[in-house]
């Protein structure tokens, strides 16, 4: 079964058949799921942030619930996907990125599930490949399949939010690889691999970081971009989640 987590621009599966919403009880909370079959294949799904029981902004997002509750409902992988800004000017507003390494820039969030699920040394997990090259390969297919231009690598900095990050932030990730930046995203990649759950990433560019040159959106114009950008990204990913039935 697919567990499919989404965000700003894709708040919802089209043509989800035989729906059915489901609280599921975790250690770290109830989360709230909606199940069913789309384009063929068994899903859950999980709009990042809501419906999530008790979560109203970025601060109170409960990721270790999320991750475990996708598992727990019979997510035998997870695919997402990000918004961000491009900290490398070259990248293009309305971009696909197939995230492949990530930097995490974030302060005050539970990355494990160490406090209920014990690890010993042999067990923590390695942080290489920790986006599937599986699931990567099967976006590209994906991809080609459906003419979607996808970039197929880029370094994802998560920042704490909920401020943007400044120029000089914006400046010292660029000059340690980092392509793209964004809120969200971190520590699912971790948590998912700590449960040993196939994880991958598409990322939506809704613009430039901080002292990037390009476009900067108001909120009414990004609006209406996401709008735009969603399409292909759900043409994706209903292609990744047909093509496994």
């Known amino acids: 079964m697919f567990g499919l987590i989404t965000g700003a621009g894709f708040p919802d599966l089209p043509g989800l058949e035989d729906r059915s919403e489901r609280v599921v009880a975790t250690p770290f909370g109830p989360v709230a799921v909606s199940l069913g079959r789309w384009h063929g294949t068994d899903v859950v799904f999980l709009p990042r942030g809501g419906p999530q029981i008790g979560a109203h902004h970025l601060s109170e997002q409960n990721d270790r619930a999320n991750v475990w509750g996708l598992h727990r409902a019979g997510a035998q992988v997870i695919l997402t996907a990000v918004t961000c800004q491009a900290a490398d000017a070259s990248i293009a507003s309305g971009s696909l990125v197939l995230v492949d390494d ?10 494990s599930f160490a406090d209920v699920h014990d690890l010993t040394i042999a067990d ?4 290489d490949e920790a986006y599937s090259p599986a699931l990567r ?3 590209l297919d994906a991809a080609e399949a459906e003419s979607i231009s996808v970039l197929l ?7 704490e939010g909920p401020r943007q990050p400044s120029a000089a932030e914006v400046r010292m990730l660029a000059s340690g690889g980092v392509d793209l930046i964004g809120f969200d995203g971190y520590p699912e990649v971790a948590l998912a ?11 939506v560019v809704v613009g430039p970081a901080p002292g990037v040159e390009g476009k900067q959106f108001m909120a009414d114009e990004l ?17 990744v989640v047909a093509d496994a039935s």
């Open 223 to 239: 609006a209406a971009e996401l709008g735009a950008w969603s399409e292909p990204l759900t043409r994706l990913i209903a292609r």
């Open 193 to 203: 691999r700590e449960r040993s759950i196939p994880y991958s990433a598409v990322a």
């Open 124 to 127: 923590r997990p390695s942080m």
């Open 137 to 139: 390969s099967s976006l």
């Open 153 to 159: 690598h880029g370094t994802y900095g998560i920042v």
């Open 102 to 111: 990530f930097v995490d820039r974030t302060k005050r969030r539970d990355d």
